[in-house]
């Protein structure tokens, strides 16, 4: 079994950055695909960015591509999310998912393990 905890999230006015950790624990998530996603009030889940295992292949949500980095420190068993040039439609409740596969996924049905969710609010 994989837990996983997000932290880093936070108030930040827009232009400002945060980063975000998703770190795993129980069994390694190195040798998993992990993904971001995010949920605002009344919207539904919406991914933001994926990464395999090795970190060669990595996808972008297009509303985040060139602001926001995936990254991951399999000695740490660890994923990030660098965030930078935030505005208010960041925000929302970002949450990290392991899948049983060393390919990453755009699909949250794709994903077996769910951390549970660090909330990031950008102010105008």
């Known amino acids: 079994q994989v837990q996983l905890a997000e932290s880093g999230g936070g108030l930040v006015q827009a232009g400002g950055s945060l980063r975000l950790s998703c770190a795993g624990s129980?069994?390694?998530?190195?040798?998993?695909?992990v993904g971001w996603f995010r949920q605002a009030p009344g919207k539904e889940r919406e991914f933001v960015a994926t990464?395999?295992?090795?970190?060669?292949?990595?996808y972008y949500a297009d509303s985040v591509k060139g602001r926001f980095t995936i990254s991951r420190d399999n000695a740490k068993n660890t994923v990030y999310l660098q965030m930078n040039s935030l505005k208010p439609d960041d925000t929302a409740d970002y949450v990290c998912?392991?899948?049983?596969?060393?390919?990453?996924?755009?699909?949250?049905?794709?994903?077996?393990?769910w951390g549970q969710g660090t909330q990031v609010t950008v102010s105008s």
């Open positions: 129980g069994r390694t998530v190195s040798n998993y695909a």
């Open positions: 998912a392991a899948r049983r596969w060393r390919t990453p996924a755009l699909r949250p049905y794709e994903y077996d393990y």
């Open positions: 990464i395999s295992w090795t970190g060669a292949m990595i």
